[in-house]
Structure formats: C-alpha cells, structure tokens
C-alpha cells in the first residue's frame, strides 16, 4: 500500500504524516523505505516528487509493501489519474488565513527577513493564498469527501479523527490509549523538541532551525493579523474570484517561476 499525505503548504500536512507514521509504529506494521531515486534529497519527508510518482507505481510493488510520503500533488495529471485500491490518498486541508499566517512565519524565518505581516500579505502572501485555494478546490473536485481531513479537525476531535483515518488505511481496531498515545507522541511541543534534537525531517531546508516551524498550531490565530481591507481580499481570493492582478501575479511568481525552475 502506498499512503500519500497530501496537503498545501502550511495546511499540517506534516502532522498528519507524523500521525499516520505513529499509527503504523503503535500497530507494529512495517513502513517500507521508498528508493532514494524517487527524491535525492534523502533528509524530506516528501519521498516521491510529483514527477516521480508515475514511475513509481510502475516500478514498485506497493500491493506487497507498505510505504508512506508526504507530499503537496497538486497537477492535474495526479489529480485526474485513475489509481488502484493500493493508493490512498489522504488529505487535509486548514483555514486559508491561518495558513497564510503560518506561511509568513515561515517565509520570514527561512528568508532571515523581517518583514511585516501587511507588507508580506500584499506582496507575497494574497498569491499564496491563491494557491492554496486553488489546490484546495482541485483536490475535492476529484476525490471522495471521505479522504479529506482538516487541520481544525484534528485539533478538536483527535480520537474520531484518528478511528477514521485508521479505517482509510485498513486498520481494523485501536484502542483508546492507544490513540491517547499517539496524540502525546505527535503533539507540538513533542514535535518540536524532536527538531531541537535533531530527530525529524520536516522543513530539512531550515537545517537545525526547523523546530522554528512548530509554532502555535493555534486555530484562528489569523485574526490577530488581517486588517479589514486584506480580510476582504482573502475572502474573494479563496472564493476563485480575486483580482485580476492575483491571478496575473500568481502565475509569474509562481507557476512561471517553478517552470523554469527558479
């Protein structure tokens, strides 16, 4: 079987792939290495690139062998394959403004820039939004509404959300403590004192800085942010009707950029 964690950027996509890793290490199931050839960066927890995800179904015996990656699939030729019952796709989602939030946190860490929240969101941050809603939109548009999960969710409801994914993944029973567990395994400040020691792979890019990432996880956080005039412009935006000059922009600063690899 093969587990694809799949998220936007700053969605806790990490977290769901650090919840389901617990699941199978709780349960005593083997995770399988995935080849280095599917990703040389040996230190992300992304082990198959967008790009290398079709040769690996084709080349892998994922019916036999269990792997799991993290990943932010977003093309419409991954979103539009017909896949086996071997592949499941797990997703999940969060409030775009509290990912837009997470995400300036992270631009100005990993950038060692200090900008302000407005300069970042007009700039940077309202394209960013975009896609996210974008990838959003894309994914439920093409799986089954019983694939997705929600970073609010898993902060609410942790134990029927993780009943749920256990049913995705073909784990037939856990028990309470068992996911009482796994809940204090996979917490913030656990994940956060394991990036302080070295321990995990998530944001490899920021090197020992990475446990920075693991911020608050608060839920809503977006308001202490947004004045009314971006709040507005947020909202269009994750409705798919923002201004042309989004749309314009987005598609040079991100998805020219990525083409030409810059």
């Known amino acids: ?64 062998f269990n792997y799991i990656t993290k990943a932010h ?20 989602n969060r409030d775009v403004k509290d990912a837009i939030v997470s995400h300036f946190h992270h631009f100005n860490n990993y950038r060692k820039k200090d900008l302000s929240f407005n300069i970042y969101f007009k700039f940077i941050g309202v394209f960013k939004a975009y896609e996210i809603s974008l990838f959003n939109s894309r994914c439920k548009k093409n799986f089954d509404s019983s694939l997705f999960f929600s970073f609010e ?9 993780i009943k749920k994914l256990c049913l995705i993944i073909g784990v037939s029973e856990i028990s309470i403590s068992e ?8 917490s913030l400040s656990k994940l956060k004192t394991i990036a302080l020691e070295g321990g995990n792979n998530y944001y490899p890019e920021l090197g020992s800085g990475s446990h920075k990432l693991f911020r608050k996880g608060n839920v ?43």
């Open 1 to 64: 079987m093969l587990i694809i964690c799949n998220g936007t950027f700053k969605s806790g996509s990490s977290w769901l792939h650090a919840i389901l890793l617990e699941i199978f290490k709780i349960k005593n199931i083997q995770i399988d290495s995935i080849p280095i050839k599917y990703n040389p960066n040996i230190k992300s927890p992304t082990r198959i690139l967008e790009d290398n995800l079709s040769n690996f179904l084709k080349n892998e015996d994922f019916k036999k």
């Open 73 to 92: 699939y977003f093309s419409n030729k991954i979103m539009l394959e017909k896949y086996s019952d071997d592949v499941r796709f797990i997703f999940i």
């Open 153 to 161: 969710m898993l902060k609410s409801d942790f134990i029927d959300s």
């Open 179 to 186: 996911i009482l567990k796994i809940k204090e395994n996979t």
């Open 220 to 262: 809503g956080d977006w308001k202490k942010y947004f004045i009314d005039n971006d709040l507005k412009l947020i909202n269009r935006v994750i409705q798919l009707a923002p201004p042309v000059y989004v749309k314009i922009g987005y598609f040079f600063m991100f998805t020219l950029r990525r083409k030409f690899g810059l």
